[in-house]
């Protein structure tokens, strides 16, 4: 039986750490042996191949998907109707992973922890009733309906994201 891979967003507005964060928390969680895998959602597209390349001169002349393969990476250039939601991402393209760390999608289903820097002075971007489950901030916050974790303290939230996500040891 195949088990649901966890899914774990982190959100917030432009420039407040949100890919930092994450590269903190890879090498974290792998260290404690779980395998991770990240969704990063670009709005504005973006493109892995480049002009004059064997593939993108295969998708140009019209391939739907192309596969670039080596030894040691896969991509996968793929034509889409739509941009799709972090689920069916997670169905379609990702195996063999304990965890999804997703970038991006600010609107989404998902547990979320909110970077947020006060030193910003903008708006927070979450509340509770956008499965919102903490804040990570670089300075303490006002008492707040989630938990406020330290930003730079990378053990301390990949150890909070195993508790409240239920990653259990030895599971992976």
């Known amino acids: 039986m195949n088990k649901t ?12 750490g949100k890919t930092t964060l994450i590269e903190g928390m890879i ?3 792998i260290r404690r042996g779980w395998r991770v895998a ?20 295969h998708k140009r002349a019209g391939a739907r998907t192309t596969v670039i393969a080596s030894p040691h990476q896969v991509a996968v250039v793929e034509d889409t109707e739509r941009d799709y939601e972090i689920a069916e991402l997670r169905e379609r ?10 970038e991006g999608y600010k609107q989404n289903p998902f547990p979320k922890i909110e970077v947020f820097r006060p ?10 009733d956008d499965n919102l489950i903490a ?6 916050l006002p008492e707040t309906e989630t938990p406020n974790l330290a930003l730079n303290d990378i053990d301390g939230i990949v150890a909070w994201v195993e508790e409240s996500l239920g990653l259990k040891a030895g599971e992976q």
């Open 93 to 102: 393209y990702i195996r063999d992973v304990d965890l999804i760390i997703v």
């Open 135 to 140: 804040v990570a901030s670089d300075e303490p």
């Open 119 to 128: 030193s910003l002075k903008r708006e927070r971007l979450c509340g509770p």
């Open 27 to 29: 090498p974290a969680l």
């Open 38 to 57: 990240t969704i990063k959602h670009n709005r504005h597209g973006f493109a892995i191949d480049h002009e004059g390349k064997d593939s993108w001169r």
């Open 5 to 16: 891979i966890p899914i774990l967003s982190i959100v917030g507005k432009s420039n407040s």
